[in-house]
C-alpha cells in the first residue's frame, strides 16, 4: 500500500505545469454556470489548461506550411524545381513510354510469326514417303518447333520486361 502512495506523490499532476494545485480543477459533478462573460466559465480550473495553446497552434501551423506549402495549394515550399523542367521531363517520359510500346509491338508481331511457323511446321510432315524419309523430316521439324518455342519464350520475356518498365 505505501508503495503505492509513494508512487502516487512522485506522479506530476497534468495542471501542475500551469500552477494548478489538485482540487483547483472543474469536477464532473459541478453544474455549468450561465452564460455572461466573456471569457470560459472555467478558465483556469481546466485540467492541464495551457494559455499558451494558441502560439502552440501557430507554430504547429508555421511547421505545416513550411512542409507542405500554402493553404489550398498542391505545391509545397520547395521551390527548387523549374516547371519548364519539369514539362520537358513529362515529354521525355511520354515518349519513353511511346518507344516502349512500340517495341512490345514489334515484338507481339515476332510472337505471332513464330507461332505462323509453327503451323506451317505442323502442316509440312511429308505425306507419302518412305519411312526413313519420314523419320528425318520428323526430327528436323521437332528441332525447328523447338527453337522455335524457344524464340517465342524469349520474345515473350522481353514483352514482360518492357511492359514492367512502361509502368
Do not use: C
Not at 513529362?90 to 516502349?100: D, L, M, P, Y
Not at 509491338?105 to 513464330?114: E, K, M, R
Amino acid at each position: 500500500m505505501s508503495s503505492m502512495r509513494d508512487l502516487l506523490e512522485k506522479m506530476a499532476f497534468a495542471g501542475q505545469a500551469v500552477g494548478q494545485k489538485p482540487g483547483d480543477q472543474v469536477r464532473g459533478s459541478e453544474p455549468m454556470p450561465r452564460k455572461g462573460g466573456k471569457q470560459h466559465p472555467y478558465k483556469g480550473r481546466l485540467v492541464g489548461a495551457n494559455e499558451s495553446i494558441e502560439n502552440e497552434l501557430k507554430e504547429e501551423f508555421e511547421h505545416w506550411l513550411s512542409e507542405y506549402g500554402a493553404p489550398g495549394s498542391a505545391i509545397g515550399n520547395d521551390t527548387g524545381t523549374n516547371p519548364a523542367e519539369q514539362a520537358a521531363l513529362r515529354q521525355q517520359q511520354v515518349a519513353q513510354k511511346t518507344e516502349i510500346k512500340n517495341q512490345v509491338a514489334g515484338l507481339v508481331a515476332q510472337v505471332t510469326g513464330a507461332r505462323a511457323q509453327l503451323s506451317q511446321l505442323n502442316k509440312a510432315f511429308p505425306q507419302g514417303a518412305n519411312p526413313v524419309e519420314k523419320a528425318m523430316a520428323l526430327k528436323d521439324i521437332q528441332a525447328q518447333k523447338i527453337a522455335i518455342q524457344g524464340q517465342i519464350e524469349d520474345l515473350t520475356s522481353q514483352i514482360a520486361g518492357l511492359r514492367s518498365q512502361a509502368l
